[in-house]
């Protein structure tokens, strides 16, 4: 019997689905996202921009073959020569003459030396662009978690309405069917009982609309997080910060703040970059050849040969190209602090906005927690007064009816001050999770 119970327990363990946590969810949710996984992608490649730039600062090898025919090829007569060679010549003997046809293999390795702090800069460009690629990373992480938690504090409203219409409902089976006793024997009028079915019928019609955005909802959950939002354990988090502690929050650490600031210090580096684009480049350079001919192209046989030196290059006039280039650095500098700028305000306004619609949210619950008394208060008082026929049955279905919506309006506007934190927490780029 203890095995049979034993092996139906963990039955019941295995099939039932196990509970995860809202962090849980969301950090699934980055696993399976293809909008953050390209997000990464970007990461990574900003990364390995960031090795080339650093790999340009060492020398390079390269392999190269060139041929090469000449019609005109270059010959040495006896008769060139302007003092007189040996009798033993006949005139016009070719003494000396170079191949029609010329081939070489080259190595070539170069090594940089100084290039005005191009390769320098090209460095720290990258190394911040692979820097803003994570803030933006982190951006998306954010934004994908506030969805995550908007669609699960949606359903669990939808839910919480759901029950109380189904409380309400089974109050009004209750009712209906006390009063299809009394009207059996005469004691209640058939519209106190037809208005009783109105009322459960009307409460049906709206939990049919309920059950269509709750399995909606859990679609959309599910779609984000691959998890039900059943599924999921959830526990209220305390307070919240203030406004002060928020905007300060948001200026000293969202993610697109910090990616707009990377842009400007690159923007800075690249003017520098343009200036030293103007100072001289230099490189050093080894050459291993082997050619036929070779160096001596009067000796026509394969030769192995090694060449090196130094290249120095710098330009010497383009019409101030270099003054139009960082203007338009500037430019786009100037562009870049209007929308620091605008992006500040825009979230200052709407952070603002949060916080008038929470300070709204609390007084309002406290306004609710009495009218739920009341209103309990009113429908018992209101049945009685209905079973004394001391008042209409309107007026009961009416105290029942305005007991329910105050039960509703109150679970709505537990779930809107979860939803505001989430959309707080978003918009001040804020991740719990991470």
Known sequence: MKKTLFVVLMAIVFVLPAKVTLSQAVANAWKISPNLHSQLLEEEAAATAGLTARRQKYFSAAFSASYRYT???????????????????????????????????????????????????????????????????????????????????????????????????????????????????????????????????????????????????????????????????????????????????????????????????????????????????????????????????????????????VSVSMPVFNWNKSGRDKNLVDIAARKLQNQRADFIRESEKSLRQFYFHKESLEKKLALLDRLVANASEDARLKESLYEEKQIDHNDYLAALTSQERVLSNREELLAQMELLKVGIHTLIGKGEEE
């Open 71 to 309: 019609s005109d090829k270059l010959e040495v007569k006896v008769s060139d020569f302007p003092f007189p060679v040996s009798a033993n010549i006949l005139p016009g003997t070719i003494v000396l003459s170079a191949p029609s046809n010329n081939f070489d293999l080259k190595i070539s390795l170069v090594q940089p030396i100084y290039s005005g702090g191009i390769l320098n800069n090209s460095v720290r460009m990258e190394a911040i662009r692979e820097a803003a690629a994570g803030d933006l990373t982190r951006l998306k992480k954010i934004e994908l978690a506030g969805m995550v938690k908007n669609s699960f504090f949606n359903h669990r409203m939808f839910c919480k309405k759901r029950e109380s219409l189904n409380l309400l409902l089974a109050i009004l089976k209750l009712h209906q069917d006390k009063l299809a006793n009394l009207y059996r024997e005469e004691l209640v009028k058939k519209s106190d009982l037809l208005e009783t079915r109105a009322k459960a019928d009307e409460i049906g019609l709206n939990l049919e609309d309920l059950e269509h955005l709750i399995r909606s909802e859990a679609l959309n959950f599910s779609t984000l997080c691959g998890y039900e939002p059943q599924d999921v354990e959830y526990e209220a988090a305390a307070g919240g910060e203030s406004f002060a502690e928020a905007r300060e929050f948001f200026l000293a650490g969202h993610p697109l703040l910090h990616s707009l600031d990377e842009k400007a210090r690159i923007m800075q580096i690249q003017k520098k970059s343009i200036a030293g684009s103007y100072l001289p480049q230099i490189s050093a350079f080894a050459e291993l050849h082997y050619g036929l001919p070779g160096q001596n192209f009067f000796v026509s046989q394969w030769t192995p040969y090694i060449m090196g030196g």
